[in-house]
């Protein structure tokens, strides 16, 4: 799969925003209003974006993120970060709404906007809106524009402030059932390695790649625990079991690269670790009831 695609090259490809502080190791922060007749906000091509974007958008479009469509029929509500591949289609001809764009080393020491279940693989990336959220919502994009275009000393953290104020905003239209305080537990500790051990494979950006743990064994021998032990706890927090988290995540992985890349299947299939093509389409047929090259044509 292509690599991320990174600010500087999303600035590159929109000459008409202007930017500033785009480097890697700078803090970037940026906002501008779709539907501006100044200002054309390019569907992106799906795939990964290294930086977290929040967008409001009213008008009829699809949102197309890992593995999953969503529709906005008149107002919705994103949330992107760089996990996951995703793009925007607008239906309708007249979109607007305001878009913006950070990377993580704009909220350094400012919160943990990794944590938020908004921006979590597996959270929910998209609310449509009624009219009064919309409202409500507007507003504070439209604060932060104003903040943006300030001279106040301390807007940076004013935008941040009012950046968090957005996902509480939608946090109380859809309670995730990971925002309450939980108990650190041993575990807990166990469970949220195992799953950023699987998350940190992916993507998979060269058919020479290939996914290294694949069996709850493997993730325990990374771990230096029991695979009893492990099973145990990941049973015990997610009510799954360790195998099938492993391949329901491959799965995912699976579907975006045959809807999403020219890869040959095979290459697909040795890349996520299965022992051949032959085996990869069994899993496929299993899971999808398609066979690899049915479900990349569907």
Not at 13 to 22: D, Y
Not at 40 to 64: A, E, M, V, Y
């Amino acid at each position: 799969m292509a690599k991320p695609e990174t600010i500087e090259e999303y600035y590159a490809s929109r000459p008409f925003l202007a930017a500033t502080g785009t480097g890697k190791d700078t803090a970037h922060f940026n906002i501008f209003q779709i539907g501006d007749p100044d200002i054309q906000d390019i569907p992106n091509q799906f795939g990964r974006k290294d930086f977290f974007k929040i967008c409001i958008i009213t008008g009829n479009s699809l949102i197309h993120y890992a593995d999953r469509t969503f529709e906005v029929k008149e107002h919705g509500l994103l949330f992107a970060n760089p996990q996951i591949p995703y793009n925007w289609e607008p239906l309708s001809t007249n979109q607007q709404g305001f878009s913006c764009i950070f990377n993580e080393g704009y909220f350094e020491h400012f919160g943990r906007i990794k944590e938020y279940p908004v921006f979590k693989p597996g959270g929910f990336p998209v609310y449509e809106l009624t009219p009064a959220e919309l409202s409500a919502i507007k507003v504070i994009f439209e604060q932060i524009m104003s903040e943006k275009n300030g001279a106040f000393a301390f807007k940076d953290d004013a935008i941040r402030t009012l950046v968090l104020q957005l996902i509480y905003s939608a946090l109380k239209i859809r309670p995730a059932m990971t925002t309450s305080p939980e108990k650190v537990t041993a575990a807990r500790r166990i469970t949220t390695l195992f799953l950023e051990l699987l998350e940190r494979q992916f993507p998979i950006d060269s058919t020479s790649a290939e996914v290294q743990l694949r069996t709850p064994s493997d993730f325990a021998n990374q771990m230096a625990v029991h695979v009893n032990h492990l099973n145990k706890s990941v049973k015990e927090i997610t009510n799954k079991s360790t195998t099938g988290i492993i391949m329901q995540r491959l799965l995912q992985e699976a579907k975006i690269m045959l809807k999403h890349t020219s890869w040959p299947i095979a290459d697909i299939a040795y890349a996520l670790g299965f022992e051949g093509p032959t085996h990869f389409s069994t899993f496929i047929k299993r899971q999808l009831q398609l066979s690899p090259s049915q479900y990349r044509n569907s």
